[in-house]
């Protein structure tokens, strides 16, 4: 029965969802280059070659970890289609993935489930309508409300983010305390006490605490049989 169920959420479900995901992330791909294409072609503005390459070799030297580090840690628990429907819409830390989260911890579903992420789904699908209605409505009344905001509240819009990920990390920590005490105590050594930059710090710890997760999961099984 079971293999039934997964066979036919794999062919119902998932092969769907990367066929088009994967065509769409392709074409959202090309469209970026299409002001550009348009600004060559109209008016011939084309940069060097050369500083095309420096430009992409800054910008990659800078976010190149997080081309892998972000797809591999949100996975778990964005799933698949919400994987594809985050990385398109953009805003992934600091809506889609406590979105995400919040949703499966409130219905109570096990992480990595199909139920999981069948809720994960949903959520995103839900915070991208209103992200869009959001920032429209930004867009029209957002300069006037900021206008009349004093200074000390526009200030504190630096502390959401981090607000944000750190209440992330409380929920999931909560979960796991073992694993949320290791990968803090990492973070901080490796931030505080060895100064390591950032892009070093994120990857590090991401695959530590993945790797220690690993580790204590076959050791109970091993001790279990």
């Keep these: 029965m079971d293999k039934d169920i997964n066979k036919l959420y794999k062919e119902g479900f998932t092969k769907p969802v990367i066929r088009i995901g994967r065509w769409t992330l392709i074409a959202a791909t090309f469209f970026c280059f299409v002001p550009s294409i348009y600004l060559g072609l109209r008016y011939g503005a084309v940069p ?9 070799l800054l910008i990659a030297s ?5 081309y892998f580090i972000e797809p591999i840690s949100y996975f778990p628990v964005l799933g698949i289609a919400g994987t594809y ?20 911890n409130v219905l109570k579903v096990e992480s990595g489930s199909k139920k999981a992420e069948l809720v994960s789904t949903l959520a995103i699908a839900g915070s991208i309508v209103t992200s869009v209605l959001a920032g429209t409505l930004a867009v029209l009344a957002g300069s006037v409300i900021l206008g009349v905001l004093p ?5 504190m819009f630096d502390f959401v ?23 803090l105590t990492l973070c901080i050594l490796m ?3 060895l100064k390591t930059p950032v892009y070093v710090t994120i990857p590090v710890t991401i695959f530590s605490t993945i790797g220690l997760a690993l580790y204590n999961s076959r050791k109970n099984k091993v001790n279990n049989n």
């Design 48 to 56: 060097p070659i050369g500083n095309i390459l420096s430009a992409w």
């Design 62 to 66: 800078i976010y190149g970890p997080y």
């Design 85 to 104: 429907m985050s990385f398109l819409a953009g805003e992934i830390g600091n809506m889609r993935l406590p979105v995400s989260a919040v949703a499966q």
């Design 151 to 155: 200074p000390f509240i526009i200030k």
């Design 161 to 183: 983010l981090p607000g944000v990920f750190g209440s992330m990390f409380a929920m999931f920590a909560l979960k796991a305390p073992k694993y949320g005490i290791f990968s």
């Design 191 to 193: 931030q505080i006490l």
